[in-house]
């Protein structure tokens, strides 16, 4: 009885620990691809200090909403922000906001991307931004919400700086930080 019992205890914590595994598997990095007019870059996203940012990042990726969109804000020193807007600077629908997961331990550092949001801390849907500086500031306070970092720039940063070098002004219905010449994002795609 005694062997049978410690038998079943231990298939029950094999059985357990595999599907553990499978769950740490399935919130291992990913990268993916950004290609724009300027140059290609790679984010790492980070499932594991953001999973519910991640994966909706990732379905907006997979569902191809970035294709044709453009970077619409660009502010010097500071950010780029994008995946919100076709060519012709109209707003793309989304899906409801993701609760803020800005909480997660990752700060707002030079090269990480956040998920760009209004004044609602659970209002960010596709907009995501890069950092060009470190931006403390972005992230939470003990008594306010900050940005939710969900990964970061691992190749192509030079891309990322060369946009936020352009030149900006008020294009369309933004009123002074969009680059005068557009910088589209052709695709976003997840890297096998």
Do not use: C
């Not at 019992?5 to 029950?12: A, D, I, K, T």
């Not at 990726?61 to 804000?73: E, K, L, P, Q």
């Not at 991307?113 to 209004?118: H, P």
């Amino acid at each position: 009885m005694r062997i049978s019992g410690l038998s079943r205890l231990l298939g029950l914590t094999a059985a357990l620990l595999l599907g553990y595994a499978s769950l740490a598997d399935s919130q291992t990095a990913q990268r993916v691809r950004v290609e724009t007019t300027l140059g290609n870059f790679v984010i790492e996203l980070d499932p594991q200090r953001s999973p519910l940012t991640v994966a909706a990042f990732l379905e907006y990726v997979n569902a191809g909403h970035y294709t044709d969109t453009i970077f619409h804000r660009v502010i010097g020193n500071f950010v780029v922000q994008g995946g919100g807007f076709d060519t012709n600077n109209v707003e793309k629908p989304t899906r409801d906001g993701v609760p803020n997961e800005s909480g997660n331990g990752l700060s707002n550092r030079r090269g990480t991307v956040g998920l760009a949001r209004t004044g609602n801390p659970h209002s960010g849907t596709s907009q995501f931004y890069v950092n060009l500086a470190d931006n403390a500031a972005l992230d939470p306070q003990p008594s306010r919400w900050g940005y939710a970092v969900f990964g970061h720039v691992v190749e192509g940063m030079n891309v990322v700086d060369d946009i936020g070098a352009v030149a900006t002004g008020s294009v369309g219905p933004f009123d002074s930080d969009a680059p005068l010449q557009p910088i589209v994002i052709k695709k976003v795609e997840v890297l096998k």
